[in-house]
């Protein structure tokens, strides 16, 4: 199985091409920074943060391309794709990127402005924002407590 879930920040906009051709396809690249669980501990300097390559082919290219900006929290669920190629100083150079199979979005449009500042998302609903009381839950108003489905 080659399977692989990753939770990370795009570190800029995505690199998008078209496939040339009658039915053109849309190719997004991008890289997501990917905190490591765990800190090393025998360097302040260490990295805590690996950079993986994701590559989306047709409409998750065009999704990418349309939603996703530098410093857009994301999760993404695809597969490992190893491949290599002769550069022009006829150096072997092997590659490793995600191909995406579901991208989506791990923080809310206005938590993500806060990191983007230029994010330009779908646009809002019309519908009003649940009220969240200060420990995340919703408020239940006072009286409405025979009307719930469960006790």
Do not use: H, W
Not at 2 to 25: C, F, H
Not at 39 to 61: E, W, Y
Not at 76 to 91: A, C, E, H, L, P
């Amino acid at each position: 199985m080659n399977k692989v879930i990753l939770m990370g920040r795009l570190t800029k906009d995505p690199d998008v091409r078209y496939s040339q051709g009658e039915t053109a396809s849309c190719v997004a690249r991008y890289t997501l920074a990917v905190d490591r669980r765990f800190a090393r501990r025998d360097s302040q300097d260490a990295q805590t943060a690996d950079f993986i390559q994701i590559v989306a082919f047709g409409k998750s290219g065009e999704f990418a391309e349309k939603y996703f900006r530098k410093g857009t929290k994301v999760i993404v669920t695809g597969r490992i794709q190893t491949g290599s190629y002769t550069n022009k100083d006829g150096v072997k150079v092997y590659t490793t990127d995600v191909v995406a199979e579901d991208q989506e979005f791990a923080e809310s449009k206005n938590a993500s402005a806060g990191n983007s500042g230029n994010f330009s998302g779908p646009a809002p609903s019309n519908e009003p924002a649940p009220s969240a009381a200060g420990d995340g839950f919703m408020n239940i108003p006072d009286g409405i407590d025979e009307e719930l489905p469960f006790n």
